[in-house]
């Protein structure tokens, strides 16, 4: 392994995190916060120093990637991209503990959304920018935003290794043959139907700088509220349009090329898209049933119990209003969402519907060659046979999936706080969705737990983002053997 | 530029390498999943699975948005009704097929109207006039061909016997009395472009820019025996032998022709009255014995084995046969290759690799770009040709005026029929052809890139 190629590419990113910033340091600037204008631009700076540093050691590295490169790139540079994103949280003093501020913006970039904070609105500006627009910048990737920008990645070795690390999903494919263009085309259409949703939200008279936080949240399905009840005090009107956005981010941005290419029939087919909608569709209804009466008029019943499925499904984790007082029938609908998570493809986290698609399909064939040996059968997905290399992989996350949620519910359950709250904080940090039930859940937040615990929900926000395999990858010792 | 190429074999797998590096958007058809997705990890293309002749996969692969599509599957048929069809789908679409069968050559000019081929590339009836060529010429290792054939880069090796070995490049001019310019040399493993004060050593390839007309001066003055190639010995009667054996059959050349299937020997018999034929096991080297090797002047490895032409061609140059020419079909890597003496060495794959890729830049060429670029050195050296055009900057400059980049070198100015190796008082204008020739990769890609 090269660790040079690893080394620059680190550079690479930390190049990208600092030009983002300056935005956030140019809102902290025009609201004459002083204490976050030195904190962005001491962050600059250091970002600027470590990544020159980094380059002029690692100038002379191949261009190459190979896959396990390409993986631990993947896994250092989130981990990376965190430690100094952070930092302005800390100089400015606004989360003066380090490992908060760590698991704030991991919450932020993993597109999660669980939060420290009891006191949201306390936060400047400039701060309240960057925290969310971790949420935008963390949904897409950074890597497919190197991948389409970075000079030079136009004919070098930059091939499907990264995509396929940051992308979710169970079967990563490139829209047009090039890299560089198949990640700019996700970018642009991830862009336009941002601003989109900005225009939407200004057109309710929401103020900018919080129509830009709350799309930024929507957009990467993060979810950090920049008010204290999240959603629940904007008009019926704003909620909508979020529940709107939620659902469009949650699908995968492959459909909406096809729907560019006039391919309307492809994406009227998709099996994956199908399956959400029907999901959605069916959890609202049995939410309003179930609830009926808690609210006034029916309305608002049907508009609270949109917005959650589609908060939890989409992995966002808005609220507009406290579902852990609902009944345990709508919350374990809800939990059933946290698990099953968006489309394949889309900046949501979770299972994946495709991944549950597949696995239920190889189960249906299990059963059917249990009682007919002799069948041979393939799995078919979109009408056509999903190879068997792909569906072993799919198993595989299961099983990494579930003995994740095992190992990190058992240590986090060393703070003793009830099951109900540590399990679904592990459910809601790993599946990258925010708040949880009981002591985790909507109203409440995550700054009671212990560091070890923080750390670890943090990890499982990163693994769970990343799909698994890059995080596990970093622990293993075949990765650093020479 | 969109290129479609069905057939993810040898050639299709190495233009996928080449013409991705040089920015086209590329999608490979095959029928075989797991070379799709070893090319998709190796370069940056994306891949459909299917048979390339039929409708549902070519429209998949995006053959209406297409601008090329090259045909290099296994079986001619296919490639022809892959090619037919994509057409008929799409009629602007630019057609490249492979066709390597000798019972379909003689209609390939009929065909390209029927089946609406825009190219129809045969390898190793390319390989057959490469060697031709070369047998034409003993003496040089290998020959470029730039400016429509009136400018040509040849390879040649110094050794201790040389009269350029221990000279420094600007004497060179008395000793060959002709002006020619060495345009790089090739020691041991690396090239270099190099300058006047450079001193030639035994061992050093080095690659010479002439007008065409001056290469026999030039093999003349060096002292290498110009003498004419007039028996040729052929190991191996695959299709490349086919054809070279008519090629040389019409240039008078005589041909004895060592075949081990016999069947195979009556079939050639038939096909090539003037031929000697001679049923033998070539990995035999007595049969070469006693077909009289030593008293041919050319020995060509043409056999279906790499590893056996190597060893014929080692065995036959330490027999003293004044020219050796290698096909081999897989030049893994060159630096093992260039340390055995196997003379000229010949790749099927690559020449109709090369050839295909002088097609799509001829296709691009609309901005000045190269018409036809050679990789010369081991690959380390490209060599370009460009057309200067009324958007060539400097037309009409004396060149001592002007500061080209580092590692880039003029080797050749063609003015209409008159080819020039430029001095620093040489100017080229609008409509003159200029042979560039650089060491740094991927620097150039148009004219006035030569430039700073």
Redesign the interface.
Known sequence: MNYRIIGRFLAQILTIEAVFMLPALGISLGYGEWAAVRAFLFTILIITAVALTLFLICRKAPNALD?REGMICVGISWIVLSLFGCLPFVISGEIPHYIDAFFEIVSGFTTTGASILSDVEALSPGILYWRSFSHWLGGMGVLVFLLAVAPGS??KG????LLRAESPGPDV??L??????TASILYIIYIVMTIINILFLLAGKMPWLEALCTAFGTAGTGGFGIKNDSMASYSPYIQIVTTVFMLLFGINFSCYYLLLMKQFKAVLKDEELRMYIGIVVIAIVLIVINIYGTYGTLGETIRHAAFTVSTIITTTGYGTTDFDLWPAFSKAIIMFLMIVGACAGSTGGGLKVSRLLYLLKSLGRNITQMLNPRRVKGIRYNGQIV?ERILDNTNAYLAAYVSIIIFSFIVVSLDNNTIGTNFTAVLSCFNNIGPGLEAVGPTCNFGHYSDLSKLVLAADMLAGRLEIFPILVLFSRSTWKR | MNIIIAGDGRVGSTLARQLSAEGYDLTLIDSNNSVLQTSMERYDVIAVHGNCASMATLRQAGVMDADLLIAATSADEVNLLCCSTAHGLNPKLHTIARIRNPEYIDQIYEMRDTFGLSMAINPEKQAATEIERLLKYPGFLRRDIFAKGRTEIVELRVDEASKLCNVPLMEMAGIVKCRVLVCAVLRDGTAMVPRGNFVLQAGDRIFVTAPTENLTVLLKNLGIITRRVRKVMLCGGGRVCYYLASQLKKAGIQVRLIEADYNRCQELNDLLPDAQIVHGDCSDLEVLESEGLTDFDALVALTGRDELNMILSLYAAGQGVPQVITKLAEVGSRGVIDSLSLGSVICPKELCCNNIVRYVRAMQNQTGAAVSVHAIADGQVEAMEFLVDENTNHCGVPLKQLKPRPNVLIASITHGSRTEIPNGDSMFHQGDTLVVVTSGRGVIHQINDIFA
Do not use: L
């Not at chain 1, 930059?158 to 290794?161: A, K, L, R, S």
């Not at chain 1, 047009?176 to 263009?181: L, Y």
């Open positions: 896959a136009k004919d930059f091939t499907m290794h494919g490139k047009v043959p090039r890299m560089r263009k190879s």
